[in-house]
Every structure is written in structure tokens, then in C-alpha cells.
């Protein structure tokens, strides 16, 4: 990074590629057809999310602690890590909880950027299983108790400033799949996703993947930051940002079964005859059986292929179908079914909430044929 300074500048462009949601906070995705021109995300078409200002580190400073309910708490380099533990390497598709907010958005307003389906992305991680270090430190792994992580970046959010902080639950952080990541489709980490070190908890809302990890605390309770105890909550439609109680909320973890058309974009001009349509799937966790695209808003459908479709869980499913579509205005519409046999709901507004939350109806694509 040729900025030497602890944050970036507002006005820096980080990624030029990508569809800028806001530039301080740097938040942004890839246009939809970039998305899906490769399985691995690259970096310069990974979303980014930041509640911050992006902090520069140095890696030969860098420590990462580990405390709380532990025997040995640690205190290690980035190398003490690396040469300490064997390294793993996982695909996952991280996805932020706001992914295809503007679907929801449509419905009534929402707060938060209005992502488009480009708040995904695949790629694989390298570092070391969270577990080994839990193990080292002699944690207790009680399933009650929670893994928190503190990062380096500050955040504010309603006026107050705070270090950016999130948990997950000690059973899924004993999973193999959960990763202290420093690489990145085989690179070290960039600036704005993490470097040096972040969490990666694949099948999770991308918020419990924190970037520029400092500490790790073993604790009877989610961390207290902001981030945990009041963000990041489901609610039902009622409710509002003046009435939500944040402890009634629900905890945003495992993300649901989603897809998206990546192509044709919405509101392009086709010409008759046959269309192809691709996009993705996700099924955070369980897999993916089945992905069914439609012409006419949902009254028929025909099955999509798969075109990539691995065993691994963690990662979404890239398929593609061929539609003969005639003249005229059609709304085309994708939704995918998981191993359990279960779908997504059909209207955005069927799970409508003030924050737009795990926006994740059908996907409809109007195009016009002509
Ligand atoms: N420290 C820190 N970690 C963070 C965030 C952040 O703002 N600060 N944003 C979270 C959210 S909401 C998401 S969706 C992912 C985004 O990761 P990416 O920017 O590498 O795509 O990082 C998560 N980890
Ligand atoms: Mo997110």
C-alpha cells in the first residue's frame, strides 16, 4: 500500500473495480456478471465491508493474544503462529449479512446499504485452525461458552466510537473449518480484507469473520461489543429502529439458503430466442441439491444445471440455464433448494425486516425481449 498513514484517506480508491456503497467507511461489491466470471473470487472482485476506517498494520509488529478461560493465555507473532501450528487451507464463500438488501429496500425503506447480489464472494483461505489455538492455550470448551475477538479497527455507529468486536459460539469454533486466515487465494492478506490476520467462519454472516484480529477471549458471554450485542439482529416486521429491543433480537450466525441471477443484468434488452442465465447458490453449511430458474415470475420453472458444484459445504454452487424466451416483458426468477428439501420464500416482503436483513427471496430479473 503505497499510504504509510494508520487509515486510509476517505477519498483513497481502493478497489476501482468494484461498485462503491460508500467510500469511509470503504464499502463495496463487484457488478453482478464480474461476480460470476470466476468460481474463486479474485481479489479485485471481492466485496468489502468495513465499519471503519481501514488500519494499516505491520505484520512484523503484529500480536494476537489469547486469554479468558483459558490455562495458558498466549501472546504470539505472526510467525510464532505460523511456525507453531500446521497451517490449513479452506474454501469459503463469505457473505455479508446485508447481501441483496435492496431487494428488501424496494419493499420499504431499510437502514444500511442497499447491496446488490455482490456482497458474496468465494475464495480460499490459508492459516490455522481456531481450534488448534484454543487447544494450545488449554481453553475450556464448554459448549455454553463464547470465542471473542477484538480487532484493531474503530467504529462508530448512533454517535459512539468503539473497537470493533464479535463472537461466535464454542461449538462452532472448535469446527475445523473455522480459520485464523492470514492468505487469500494463496496471497497474504490485503489492507481492506483483514491483513495481517482475520477470522474466517465459513457458513457464518461475514460479521463473525473479524478482520485485523488483535485477541481472542474465551468468556461465558458474547463479546459486548456494539457490533454483537446490538447490530446484527434479526427482528420481526414490526418492530422498528425507535421500538428494537437489541437483547430481543435474534443473533445473526449461520446465514440462509440464498441465489441469485448474476446474468443477463436486470432491465437489459435481449434479443429473442434463446437466453443463458448464470448465477449462484449458497447454502452456508448444507448443500445445495437443486436450482430452479423460471420466465414468468415463478408460474413455471425448468431445473438449472450445476456448473460448478463442489462436495465442500462451505462453498456456493455456480449453475446455469438456457431459457427460449419470445418477445416481449419477462420476469425471470431463480431460487434454489438445500439438502433438507427446504427453498427460499418467494417475496422479499415475506421476510421483510427494518434492517435488511438475510435478504434472501427469489431473485427476479426483469428483462425485455424485443
Ligand atoms: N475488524 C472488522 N472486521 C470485520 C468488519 C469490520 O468492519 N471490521 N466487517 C465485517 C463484515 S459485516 C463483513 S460482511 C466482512 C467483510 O469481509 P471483506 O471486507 O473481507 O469482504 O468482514 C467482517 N469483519
Ligand atoms: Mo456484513
Not at 298 to 311: K, M, S, V
Request: hydrophobic share 40%.
Amino acid at each position: 500500500m503505497p499510504n504509510p498513514s494508520p487509515a486510509m484517506p476517505a477519498q483513497t480508491v481502493i478497489e476501482p473495480g468494484l461498485i462503491a456503497h460508500s467510500q469511509q467507511p470503504f464499502n463495496a461489491e463487484p457488478p453482478a456478471d464480474q461476480l460470476r466470471a470466476s468460481f474463486i473470487t479474485p481479489r479485485h472482485r471481492f466485496y468489502v465491508r468495513s465499519h471503519g476506517d481501514i488500519p494499516q498494520l505491520d505484520p512484523a509488529a503484529h500480536r494476537l493474544r489469547v486469554g479468558g478461560w483459558v490455562s495458558t493465555a498466549l501472546d504470539l507473532s505472526l510467525n510464532e503462529l505460523k511456525d507453531r501450528f500446521p497451517s490449513a487451507t479452506v474454501m469459503a464463500t463469505l457473505q455479508c449479512a446485508g447481501n441483496r438488501r435492496a431487494d428488501m429496500q424496494r419493499v420499504r425503506p431499510v437502514s444500511g446499504d442497499p447491496w446488490a447480489p455482490g456482497a458474496i464472494g468465494n475464495a480460499e483461505w490459508t492459516g490455522v485452525p481456531l481450534a488448534d489455538v484454543l487447544r494450545a492455550a488449554g481453553a475450556d470448551e464448554d459448549a455454553a461458552l463464547h470465542v471473542a475477538f477484538d480487532s484493531a479497527d474503530e467504529c462508530s455507529t448512533d454517535g459512539k466510537t468503539f473497537r470493533y468486536g464479535a463472537s461466535i459460539p464454542m461449538t462452532k469454533a472448535l469446527g475445523p473449518e473455522v480459520l485464523l486466515a492470514w492468505a487469500m487465494n494463496g496471497d497474504p492478506l490485503e489492507a481492506e480484507h483483514g491483513a495481517p490476520l482475520r477470522v474466517v467462519v465459513p457458513g457464518y454472516a461475514g460479521v463473525r469473520s473479524p478482520k485485523w484480529l488483535c485477541a481472542i477471549s474465551v468468556q461465558d458471554r458474547p463479546s459486548d461489543s456494539p457490533i454483537q450485542a446490538s447490530d446484527y439482529k434479526l427482528f420481526p416486521p414490526h418492530v422498528t429502529k425507535e421500538t428494537a429491543d437489541p437483547a430481543a433480537g435474534i443473533t445473526i450466525n449461520a446465514m440462509p439458503l440464498n441465489s441469485a441471477i448474476c446474468e443477463p443484468a436486470p432491465h437489459v434488452q435481449l434479443p429473442p430466442g434463446p437466453a443463458t442465465l448464470r448465477g449462484y447458490a449458497t447454502a452456508s453449511g448444507r448443500a445445495v441439491v437443486r436450482v430452479d430458474v423460471s420466465q414468468d415470475g415463478g408460474r413455471t420453472w425448468l431445473q438449472a444445471d450445476f456448473e460448478d458444484h463442489p462436495g465442500n459445504a462451505w462453498s456456493w454452487t455456480f449453475w446455469r440455464a438456457t431459457l427460449d424466451l419470445p418477445k416481449g416483458e419477462h420476469e425471470l426468477v431463480v431460487r434454489a433448494w438445500d439438502e433438507a428439501g427446504q427453498t427460499q420464500p418467494a417475496m422479499p416482503d415475506d421476510t421483510w425486516n427494518f434492517k435488511g436483513y438475510l435478504s434472501a427471496a427469489w431473485h427476479r430479473v426483469p428483462v425485455s425481449v424485443g
